[in-house]
């Protein structure tokens, strides 16, 4: 016979140890009433029998989901995408931690009592792994769904500030208040000088001592700081924040860290990357598994030029293999990125994902500098805490009750986020927001610009005249351009280079320019230069 998995016919009363561990120390921190006896004991919930014999598999997990369902009150299990997770506490905080088979396992024993039924009786047996394998592979829909864990209130997608610490399903966010942190009420229709103030507490205390080449740079800084509050509200991805100088020691990770530490009340775990792709990829999904509010690339010495991490910022959800098994993983990408470099050289497609923080102390030791308005500034920073996060809170709320304008400025895959941040910024009276932003073009775009370079020389020399790749050589090497592409070898492998490059680039626009194919014939091309109309000119 099959026994359902009804808590009142259950014959067996012993509360699930770990799940109700996690569920005090849950509600110590959210001020939940658990359910007590007269005592004050926690009242003893029976478990339900589940027959694991003679019955189909997917019978079994529907029970199994019933009795973790009946377990879960209040929630500390959920589903993160496609991923079953569980929710804990430590000295540190909260954190999210993926349910295997191990864990799974654990649990069903906790939450459920099963048994083998035959002609005589029942025997205890403890919980199938078939059962635990499948709820981790496919979670069930009707746990609640959880993005993440912040530990400030944050905007949530339609504009309502989550105040109240625990779990919130609209937002879907767990909020970990800390002991002593208190932002106070947030005015629901902020008046113009408040507005003010919250601008000038940052660009007069926080950010006053960092040497920022231009107002844009400090719109930028500004933003990284915002950005952790409004993200549920921005559609799509957001660029990374590339805090950059001409030298060290200009405070490039302090402010990287200092993002970090308004946002979550803790500095960043600063990482970097390689050139090695597999080893990006892998350092991506390590760093999104653990579901930090801020990522530091930290120090980055050899440029950026990566397919994964132009990829990640150009995707709300990143998928991969966790790592050593063959199940996939997808994560939600809600991090503020940020890395910092000095002058690095960008390819295109990074640097059009970037929003560029420049700083500039103009002097060759800056870290010999001894005089700042607040030193240490992360003690600072840390002290006062509750009073930035209120002022970020502030120009997000007067800009919502406002009009919602969106930014004048635009940035090609992030739509979303420059309307949504540009449109706070410009509302507080911030100036500069994507302003500048051909300077970091320019310097990323090596290779177009010495394209360029090349066509309005070879222009001047043929004009539209049908020419070879053994002609056009000779006008790279009279000029020293596209050193790169030609190489140093014989005349002969310079030429095939060159020509190779050409069918790359034909049809591409530089400028005014356009290279067209002319002919081919006998496997050797012919190539004319054409002026394209000024009103279809790229850059």
């Given at each position: ?28 921190l ?19 029998e ?14 199994a989901?019933v009795?973790?369902?009946h377990a ?18 430590d000295?540190?905080?909260?954190w999210?931690?993926?349910m ?9 024993a906790?939450?459920?009592s ?6 005589r ?5 403890s919980?199938p792994?078939d ?12 746990l ?20 109240e ?7 879907s ?5 800390r ?13 113009a ?17 960092f ?7 400090r ?13 549920r509200?921005?559609r ?8 950059e100088a001409p030298?060290?020691?200009t405070?490039?990770?302090?402010l990287?860290?200092?993002v ?8 960043c775990?600063?990482?970097?990357i ?10 991506i999904?390590s ?22 991490l ?8 990143w ?5 050593g098994?063959?199940r ?7 991090a ?21 923080i ?29 009073r930035?996060?209120?002022a970020?809170l ?8 406002a ?5 004048r ?24 927001f994507?302003?500048d ?15 360029r370079?090349?066509?309005?020389t ?8 049908v ?15 596209l ?8 005349m002969?492998?310079?030429a ?20 067209e194919?002319?002919s ?7 190539w004319?230069?054409?002026?394209v109309?000024?009103?279809?000119a790229?850059?």
């Open positions: 016979m099959t026994v359902p998995p009804t808590i009142e016919n259950s014959k067996s009363a012993r509360p699930p140890t770990a799940c109700a561990a996690a569920q005090e120390r849950i509600a110590e959210t001020g939940v009433s658990l359910p007590r006896e007269a005592n004050g004991e926690r009242k003893r919930t029976a478990r339900p589940i027959q694991i014999n003679n019955r189909s598999l997917d019978e079994v997990v529907a029970d989901w009795a973790v369902a879960n009150k209040p929630p500390v299990l959920y589903r993160r995408s496609r991923e079953w997770v569980r929710l804990d506490v000295a540190e905080g909260p999210l931690e993926p295997d088979e191990t864990a799974a396992l654990a649990l069903l906790e939450v459920a099963w048994v083998r039924v035959n002609d009786d029942s025997v205890h047996v919980p792994r059962v635990a394998r499948v709820m981790v592979r496919l979670p069930s829909k009707k609640p769904p959880i993005e993440g864990i912040v530990t400030t209130p944050v905007f949530d997608a339609a504009g309502k500030l989550v105040l610490p625990g779990y919130h399903p609209g937002a966010l767990w909020h970990h208040v002991a002593g942190f208190e932002v106070g009420a947030i005015p629901e229709k902020p008046s000088d408040e507005v003010s103030a919250a601008v000038r507490l940052f660009t007069d205390d926080l950010l006053v001592d040497p920022f080449d231009a107002a844009s740079d719109a930028h800084a500004l933003a990284a700081f915002l950005l952790p509050f409004v993200r509200m921005i799509g991805a957001t660029p990374i924040h590339l805090v030298t060290p020691g405070g490039k990770s302090m990287g860290d200092l970090a530490i308004v946002a979550t009340g803790r500095g775990e600063p990482t970097t390689s050139r090695d792709e597999e080893e990006t990829r892998k350092k999904t760093l999104l598994v653990r579901g930090q509010a801020v990522l530091l690339l930290d120090n980055i010495r050899e440029g950026i030029d990566s397919a994964q132009a990829a990640a910022l150009t995707t709300e959800q998928s991969d293999r966790l790592l098994q063959t996939m993983l997808v994560l939600p990408n809600r503020t990125w940020i890395a910092t470099a000095n002058n690095p050289q960008l390819s295109l497609e990074i640097a059009r994902r970037c929003v560029r420049r700083l500039d102390p103009k002097t060759d030791r800056p870290w010999m500098r001894a005089t700042f308005k607040h030193s240490p500034i992360r003690d600072w920073v840390k002290q006062n805490r509750p930035l996060v209120r970020l502030v120009l997000v709320r007067a800009w919502l009750v009009d919602r304008t969106p930014g400025r635009g940035l090609g895959s992030f739509e979303s986020w420059a309307a949504t941040v540009g449109g706070i910024l410009e509302h507080a009276g911030v100036r500069g994507l302003e932003t051909e300077k970091l073009y320019e310097a990323a775009d090596r290779e177009g610009s010495e394209w370079s090349f066509l309005t070879w222009h001047a020399r043929f004009g539209s005249e020419v070879g790749a053994q002609e056009l050589l000779a006008v790279a090497l009279d000029r020293e351009l050193t790169e592409v030609i190489g140093d070898k014989s002969l492998s310079r095939q280079r060159l020509g190779r490059a050409l069918h790359s680039i034909r049809d591409r626009k530089f400028g005014q320019f356009r290279v194919l002319a081919r014939a006998h496997n050797v091309s012919r004319r230069v054409v002026v109309p000024p009103a279809a790229t850059s």
